[in-house]
């Protein structure tokens, strides 16, 4: 039964069940260069495969999220970063809407640091939640490397700014929502969701987690923007 509650110990960063969520992420990585061409040349198979994990996925966790949590509106939302990016993944594998990319693009940035650094992550291999946060991960970085290297999407400065506004907006809203569900725990912005720096105040850790955001689209922005598109 333990496989489905709720109230069980988080990953705890950088020990061995971490590595092996990293790992996971890696491998994922690798093996889409490896098989790249085949990709390509079969994009609408690879998409089709991508949207229905990231369905699946999707239901499974909002499914258990309001049977086994009794805190729904404070931790159950898809208001944390990877979980906006999936939801938006998803969105554009059913619709291919292609308005969503450059959103796609700077949400599965942040995708990357998340495996890098997990909080409140439940146990990978022995808790549904650890497989669908293990998967939803993998997915989001997986369908970046898709958009820019199969789709060829590039990011301009507009993007750029664009996200940066969204972003600061973004911030204050959760900020706020926290508070009006009582304490939500989307973008561990009150102290005691995060992962360190507890005694800043609210406004503080929002300014570290916006200049963190500012710094990680300015880099995609510059780099990905000069890969070639027949690379």
């Given at each position: 039964m333990s496989f489905f509650l709720d109230d069980v110990p988080r990953v705890q960063p950088f020990t061995l069940p971490h590595l092996g969520y990293i790992a996971f992420g890696v491998i994922a990585s690798v093996l889409f260069f490896v098989y790249l061409k085949q990709i390509r040349a079969n994009q609408a198979k690879f998409e089709s495969l991508l949207k229905w994990i990231n369905t699946i996925t999707v239901v499974v966790f909002y499914t258990w999220s309001v049977i086994f949590t009794d805190s729904f509106l404070e931790t159950g939302l898809p208001l944390h970063v990877c979980r906006i990016a999936s939801v938006v993944s998803l969105y554009y594998f059913w619709s291919h809407d292609e308005r969503v990319i450059p959103m796609m693009f700077y949400l599965g940035a942040f995708g990357v640091v998340a495996i890098a650094y997990p909080s409140n992550v439940h146990p990978l291999y022995t808790?549904?939640?650890?497989?669908?946060?293990?998967?939803?991960?993998?997915?989001?970085?997986?369908?970046?490397?898709?958009?820019?290297?199969?789709?060829?999407?590039?990011?301009?400065?507009?993007?750029?700014?664009?996200?940066?506004?969204?972003?600061?907006?973004?911030?204050?809203?959760?900020?706020?929502?926290?508070?009006?569900?009582?304490?939500?725990?989307y973008f561990y912005i009150l102290e005691r969701t995060r992962p360190f720096f507890k005694s800043w105040p609210d406004i503080g850790w929002i300014g570290f987690t916006y200049s963190i955001a500012l710094v990680v689209i300015f880099i995609k922005t510059v780099t990905v923007s000069r890969i070639k598109i027949n690379e």
């Open positions: 808790h549904i939640i650890g497989y669908t946060s293990q998967f939803t991960h993998v997915l989001i970085v997986v369908t970046w490397l898709y958009i820019v290297f199969v789709k060829h999407y590039r990011p301009t400065w507009k993007d750029f700014q664009v996200t940066a506004i969204f972003w600061a907006v973004a911030l204050l809203a959760i900020w706020g929502f926290n508070y009006v569900v009582g304490q939500g725990e």
